[in-house]
Structure formats: C-alpha cells, structure tokens
C-alpha cells in the first residue's frame, strides 16, 4: 500500500541507468510505502510503459541507448494524462527546463533528498488518480469520435450547440442533464474547450463513487505521515484552480461535505487537510446527473443553497431516440472505430440495418449503441453492416413495432387471401367478416363498411339462396 493507502503497485515506473541509484530510489519509495516497476534504458521503460501504462514515471533524461525527451514524448503521445517527472543533474537544468515546457510534471536534480523524493511521486500519483478518471471520460468521446460526428444533424443537437457556444464564454455554473449514456461528460467538455479556461485544467469527480472520507480527501487534499514523514497530496480544488471543476451527482455526496462546499463557494477559497490558512480558488464549475436538482432538493438529498449555486445555466443532452438521423451516422462512426480496433473492415451500414437502429428506444443512448455495434464486429466480417448481424430482439421488436412493417405483412396476408378469387367472392368475404366481427350484427357491420344495412340484407340474401 502506498502513503495515502492505496496501492501503487503498477502505477510508477523508474527509469534510471545507474544501478546504485535506482537500487537507492527504489529503497525510499518502499520505506514510504511505494512500490514501483524499473527499467534500465528507453527501450525497456517504453516496453515497460505499454504493458503496465503506469501513472506516474521518474525519467532519468541521460539514458544509454536514446535520449530521455523521446522517451517523455512517446510516452505522453499514448497516455497524456501520465506524471512524467524527469531527474538530471545540475549541469542540465536547461535541459530539464526544457523538459517542463514539453509536457514534464516536475523536475528533480541529483542528488535526490529523500523526502523530497516522497513528496514529488506522492504529489503526482494524487494528481494522475484524480485527474486520469476525468481525463480518460473527457479528452475524447468513446473510440476517439470526432465531436462533428457525435453531435451529428438534428435540429436537438443544433439548439443544444448554440447554447453550448453562449454559455461558454461565462463564468455562470453549468449543471448538465440527460438520461444515461447521453454524452454529458463530453458536453462538459465542449463547454471547456469553448472558454477563456481551455488551455487550463478540467478536473472530474464523481460523488457517487466515493465513501465520505476518501471523497473528502480528493476534495480537499490529505496528508499522510509524522513529521520530517509527513506527505501531503493535493485535492482537486487545487489541480482545478484556474481551470474547470466537473461534479458528477453532487446530489449524493454527504451533507456535512455539501455545506462545506457551500462554505467554499462563499469565500472563493478553501483550507487544505494539512490545517493551513485558507487557499484561494479560481474555478469554473460544471455539474451534471440524470436527475432533476430540483427533484433531488425537494427530497432533502442537495443542499437547497448548493442548490442554488449549482443550477444556474441548464444544458439538457436529449436522448438518443429524440435525435432521428444522426443515430445512423452516430453508428457509422463507431462501426468504423470498433472494426479498427478488433481488426475488422466495416465502414458502413446497410439501408436496412439502419431502419432497425432508427426504431429502437435506446434507453442506455450512446453506450447501448456502442454495445451493439461491438456484438456485430466481434461476430461477423465486414464490410457492411447488414440487418442479420444486429441482436435477434432488435429485429423482433422492429418488426413488431414498425408501423410499416405491420402494414406490409397485412398486405401480403390480404393478397394471399383474396388470390384466384373473383370480385364478387372478395366483396363476400368482406361482408360476411364484418358481420362476424359484430357477432352477427348487421347494422353495426353497414356502418364500419359504410354501406346500408338494406344491402348486406340484399347481398347476403342472394349469398344464401340456393342454387339451381
């Protein structure tokens, strides 16, 4: 277990081709309670990285067999949201400067203190497990989808832009709604990258997914230790500062930590865990859930005046059923993206195909979608999509379903019925069902067939009399 209590292991990896010095950072990440994988050159830290994609890497930038920086570069290319902090000696400050400028977290010069050793991998690795959550959700929409193609043509989507485009340049809190699977995480980001804090931060954190005391801590830092032990980790009003705090389901963090977020929202700072003075903020707030706020502070589970600080700018992302044909090009999208991964060749949907994804309810939205185009590409080749490939309850329930669809098989019922037959047969057969549909009530038949009852009594006397 690390520090803070929670396991490392996996998520540092050092990179030093000295082995006392490696032997000696490893021994004083242990004894603080870290545990770390190690490599020896830029080769193996590059291997290393891409079985172990750890969070967090201490890089000496002097390496035998390539230079450091390309190491830094490949490795922030595949995973951005890595702590790269490099290590280098004190003639090579520049160097390491340099480093900063190009995506490193922070520097280190030799000879390495070992506390200051402690607190810059602690620091990190709360920031890559603070951030990394909301960095994965955020940087892209699910498979790397262009926003063009996710927020697609309907007239829902346009209107649900514009408002993203004026509401972005505030600094009025935004709380998103949408049923499950809608996109609000990427709708918060569209409203970032849109503002005058796009180059800064964006910081996620899910109340609902944290017990009170580790939300606590993620909030407002923590500190782990005794004296010259001591370590403190950052909460995420610190890595937001300056940039944008996303709060998934504010509604279910506690009550005790939802006053003392009003608290802070009050006074525009916050006091650390470390019990120091009170710390200035500069955050644009984001929140979002599937529920009303309003629902929720009616119920007494959101403070009334969080309340009232959070619901100021409403952006409600409108189901996947409610969006007409940006489904099939929202499928199309995808297909592309899933088949690139497995190591399939679809590129497109076929017409009927995407007559039965246009049906559908879609109550998982986005995500039930991506679920079914997997099924497809996992099960079968491309290059096109083919109604056959979609799961056997989709097609039943469009068949069911489809207006159309029931009114083609009533045709094709009727034209078997009436083939080989004469006029006057048919005109028989429809009089005498009718009948039967009113159990034997004459009038009641005339009326659905509008006609006079005088004439069924005609017709159906010449139907019964006997023949000659």
């Known amino acids: 277990m690390s520090a803070d209590g929670s396991s490392s292991a996996g998520q540092l990896l050092l990179v030093e081709d000295t082995p006392s010095l490696l032997m000696l950072y490893r021994t004083v990440l242990n004894r603080a309670g870290y545990s770390a994988i190690s490599a020896t050159n830029g080769t193996e830290a590059l291997e290393k990285f891409d079985v172990h994609r750890p969070g967090v890497i201490m890089l000496d930038l002097m390496l035998p067999d390539m230079d450091g920086m390309a190491v830094m570069r490949e490795i922030l290319a595949k995973q951005p949201t890595t702590r790269v902090i490099v290590i280098t000696a004190n003639g090579s400050i520049d160097k390491a400067l340099e480093a900063t400028r190009k995506g490193a977290y922070e520097f280190l010069v030799k000879p390495l203190g070992d506390q200051r050793l402690v607190a810059a991998v602690a620091n990190a690795l709360s920031e890559f497990r603070t951030q990394s959550g909301a960095a994965k959700a955020l940087l892209h929409t699910p498979y790397n989808l262009p ?69 606590e801590a993620m909030l407002f830092g923590s500190v782990a230790g005794t004296n010259g032990d001591r370590v403190e980790t950052a909460g995420v009003f610190k890595n937001a500062d300056g940039g944008t705090l996303l709060l998934e389901n504010p509604q279910d963090m506690p009550a005790e930590l939802q006053a003392r977020l009003v608290s802070v929202l009050q006074a525009g700072s916050y006091t650390p865990a470390a019990g120091a003075a009170p710390v200035p903020i500069d955050i644009r707030l984001i929140s979002c859930a599937r529920v009303h706020p309003t629902e929720e502070m009616h119920a007494g589970r959101l403070n009334e005046d969080l309340y009232y600080r959070l619901f100021v700018i409403p952006l409600t992302v409108p189901p996947l059923s409610k969006r007409g044909d940006d489904i099939v090009q929202l499928a199309t999208s995808f297909l592309v993206r899933i088949a690139r991964q497995e190591g399939k060749t679809f590129t497109t949907v076929s017409d009927d195909a995407a007559r039965i994804l246009l049906n559908q309810q879609w109550h998982g939205n986005i995500r039930e979608l991506i679920n079914v185009l997997r099924h497809a590409v996992v099960l079968y080749q491309g290059p096109n999509l083919t109604d056959e490939m979609l799961p056997e309850d989709m097609i039943t329930h469009a068949h069911t379903s489809n207006p159309n669809a029931k009114h083609d098989d009533a045709l094709h019922g009727f034209e078997a019925a009436i083939k080989g037959l004469t006029m006057a047969e048919i005109e028989q057969r429809a009089v005498m069902a009718a009948i039967e549909r009113h159990a034997g009530s004459i009038p009641q038949a005339a009326r659905e067939l509008d006609i006079a009852p005088s004439t069924i009594y005609r017709k159906r006397d010449v139907w019964t009399k006997p023949k000659d």
């Open 147 to 215: 926003l063009a193609d996710f927020l697609g043509n309907s007239d829902v989507m346009r209107h649900l832009t514009q408002k993203i485009k004026a509401v972005a340049k505030s600094m009025a809190p935004v709380f998103i709604l949408g049923e499950r699977g809608t996109g609000k995480k990427t709708i918060a980001r569209m409203v970032h990258e849109q503002s005058q804090r796009a180059t800064r931060p964006l910081v996620s954190i899910n109340c609902s997914e944290h017990p009170s005391d580790e939300l």
